[in-house]
Nanobody, 124 residues
Framework: QVQLVESGGGLVQAGGSLRLSCAAS????????MGWFRQAPGKEREFVAG????????FYADSEKGRFTISRDNAKNTVYLQMNSLKPEDPAVYYC?????????????????WGQGTQVTVSS
């Protein structure tokens, strides 16, 4: 069983930046594709970004391309989401997730365990 703990959320002004972190434990982190999702009030959870186990390939929701960057440090069992140029429509709880099976990439990924989320708020 994998445990995921997100951090780094907070309040930022529109146009500002935040970097989210997700620390993983309980599984061979470096074997699994990781992803970030978000859920705004009253909306369904939506995919934001993903990164393959080695970090060699990243994939994004179309709306986030160019603003968000996902990365990982396998030595620290941590995945990051750098968010720049934050917009008023970006506030949500951001979650990280891990693929159910190792060594898969998009579109074969099936997301399994989730963290508890970290809140991102953007002020205008």
């Amino acid at each position: 069983q994998v445990q995921l703990v997100e951090s780094g959320g907070g309040l930022v002004q529109a146009g500002g930046s935040l970097r989210l972190s997700c620390a993983a434990s309980g599984r061979t982190f470096s074997s699994y594709t990781m992803g970030w999702f978000r859920q705004a009030p009253g909306k369904e959870r939506e995919f934001v970004a993903g990164i393959t186990w080695s970090g060699g390939y990243t994939f994004y929701a179309d709306s986030e391309k160019g603003r968000f960057t996902i990365s990982r440090d396998n030595a620290k069992n941590t995945v990051y989401l750098q968010m720049n140029s934050l917009k008023p429509e970006d506030p949500a709880v951001y979650y990280c997730a891990v693929d159910k099976q190792p060594y898969r990439g998009s579109p074969a990924v099936s997301w399994g365990s989730w963290g508890q989320g970290t809140q991102v708020t953007v002020s205008s």
